[in-house]
């Protein structure tokens, strides 16, 4: 089949990489001249681990192809996924369905013959009724079915979520060649036995902002109970534990930190709020969750205030980690921001190491003095705060890093050392939802 895939960030370069990998013939489309330049040379504009071979393996074969004429990219397509941002909207938080309107017109005009129309990106419910009434008023003479197919990938392990998927959400409107074309789009997936679910068009757009809701829910859940473990003497790593053992629970997204962040959950969430506004339905659940993310996120900057003697003025702390999530240079609503920000208001000096997002978040925290690795970040410092749990900060040389500091403090967000480890390397350690230790 030819798939054309209309963006080439996250979602549609990942997305269109994989059904190359499938064996369909895949034209990714973008306006960015140098984008596209910086991908044929093999430079991608995301940090997705075993996204640049993919990408190269399936490109040398012919597979995959890239280019910023759209006219040309979709003519015989069978499918065309449309996978552009929707960022929140300034002013009302709203999902920005310009760039998908916009993509869906322009395709519409460019079309030769019938097809397939993807929404690949995340939308609000309803979304999918504007692109069909946008292509059938440009194209009254084409048969175009206009489809919900809603990502689930996660930064860091796209390809293997992609690959092998717990399930594959199309929404339609019962058109019979829109369900068959579909179903040979993710025929490959057959052998995994991952379920493909046929369902409406406007159910499939809610499934992807419930799911996300849902898991955001989860997630500040644990984040108050930490804050309650704190206050009444409990371990929240054993309470989410003791809680993730129930099958009705599960253990997933149940580990307690600094708040969520990322692409995703703030947009989807507050996108989904504004619907339930809209429709006179309000999502009171989701809408505590907001704002208790967006509160914890400047708490933990307190947090760590607090923790130097509540006079940050002219101290150094240390920051491990400045990506929302580890496996990706994403910097979009990172917790790191607000914690940057909360330190620099109260007068603290900022160092910082990230494997792979300090390129992305120099600019946006102009202050802060980027390092080469953990221990020139730590050296001299006041404070050292573990902030995202990349792999390479869960085996530190704990010794070497408190005696290179001013003070042995450390941090700890994600609760990756135990106080034990910690007070025999000389640290004092505050942590997340339970208690720390203080070195003699």
Same mark, same amino acid.
């Given at each position: 089949m030819k798939i054309t895939m209309i963006g080439t960030g996250y979602v549609g370069l990942v997305s269109g990489a994989c059904f190359a990998d499938f064996g369909h013939d895949v034209v990714c489309v973008d306006k960015v001249a140098e984008k596209i330049q910086a991908i044929e040379s093999g430079r991608m504009p995301i940090f997705e681990p075993g996204l640049d071979q993919l990408?190269?393996?399936?490109?040398?074969?012919?597979?995959?192809?890239?280019?910023?004429?759209?006219?040309?990219?979709?003519?015989?397509?069978?499918?065309?996924?449309?996978?552009?941002?929707?960022?929140?909207?300034?002013?009302?938080?709203?999902?920005?369905?310009?760039y998908v309107y916009a993509a869906a017109r322009e395709i519409a005009e460019s079309l030769d013959g019938p097809t397939v129309i993807v929404t690949k990106s995340t939308v609000p419910v309803g979304t999918g009724d504007e692109v069909e009434r946008i292509v059938k008023e440009v194209r009254p003479d084409l048969d175009i079915q206009v489809v919900s197919n809603p990502e689930f990938l996660r930064e860091?392990?796209?390809?293997?979520?992609?690959?092998?998927?717990?399930?594959?959400?199309?929404?339609?409107?019962?058109?019979?060649?829109?369900?068959?074309?579909?179903?040979?789009?993710?025929?490959?997936?057959?052998?995994n036995q991952a379920p493909v679910m046929f369902t409406g068009r406007r159910t499939a757009e809610l499934i992807k902002y419930a799911a996300n809701a849902f898991l955001a829910t989860k997630i500040t859940f644990i984040n108050e109970m930490a804050d309650l473990c704190e206050a009444v003497g409990a371990e929240?790593?054993?309470?989410?534990?003791?809680?993730?053992?129930?099958?009705?629970?599960?253990?997933?997204?149940?580990?307690?930190?600094?708040?969520?962040?990322?692409?995703?959950?703030?947009?989807?969430? !507050? $996108?989904? #709020?504004?619907?339930?506004? %809209?429709?006179?339905?309000? *999502?009171?659940?989701?809408?505590?969750?907001?704002?208790?993310?967006?509160?914890?996120?400047?708490?933990?900057?307190?947090?760590?205030?607090?923790?130097l003697g509540g006079d940050a003025r002219g101290k150094k702390v240390a920051l491990l980690g400045l990506t929302?999530?580890?496996?990706?240079?994403?910097?979009?609503?990172?917790?790191? !921001? $607000?914690? #940057?920000?909360?330190?620099? %208001?109260?007068?603290?000096? *900022?160092?910082?190491?990230?494997?792979?997002?300090?390129?992305?978040?120099?600019p946006m925290m102009p202050s802060v003095t980027m390092t080469r690795d953990a221990y020139e970040a730590a050296a001299g410092a006041d404070a050292l705060v573990l902030v995202t749990e990349w792999d390479i900060f869960r085996a530190l040389d704990l010794k070497r890093l408190a005696g290179s500091m001013t003070t042995p403090l450390l941090i700890d967000l994600r609760n990756i050392y135990p106080s034990a480890e910690a007070e025999e390397a000389g640290f004092s350690l505050i942590r997340v939802g339970g208690k720390g230790v203080t070195a003699e």
């Open positions: 990408v190269a393996n399936n490109a040398s074969a012919g597979r995959l192809t890239f280019t910023t004429d759209l006219a040309a990219g979709v003519k015989g397509a069978d499918a065309i996924f449309i996978a552009v941002g929707t960022p929140s909207r300034r002013g009302d938080g709203h999902a920005d369905l310009s860091g392990a796209a390809i293997g979520d992609f690959k092998r998927p717990d399930r594959v959400v199309v929404g339609t409107t019962g058109n019979e060649r829109a369900i068959a074309v579909m179903a040979q789009v993710y025929r490959p997936l057959n052998l929240v790593q054993e309470v989410s534990r003791g809680i993730g053992l129930d099958n009705r629970i599960g253990s997933k997204f149940l580990h307690a930190g600094p708040g969520y962040g990322g692409s995703c959950f703030p947009k989807d969430t !507050l $996108a989904l #709020v504004k619907t339930g506004q %809209d429709y006179d339905t309000p *999502i009171r659940i989701v809408e505590t969750v907001v704002q208790v993310n967006d509160l914890r996120k400047r708490a933990m900057g307190r947090k760590i205030v607090k923790a929302f999530k580890p496996n990706t240079d994403d910097m979009r609503d990172a917790p790191s !921001l $607000a914690i #940057v920000q909360a330190l620099e %208001d109260a007068g603290a000096k *900022i160092t910082a190491y990230d494997p792979e997002g300090m390129d992305v978040a120099a």
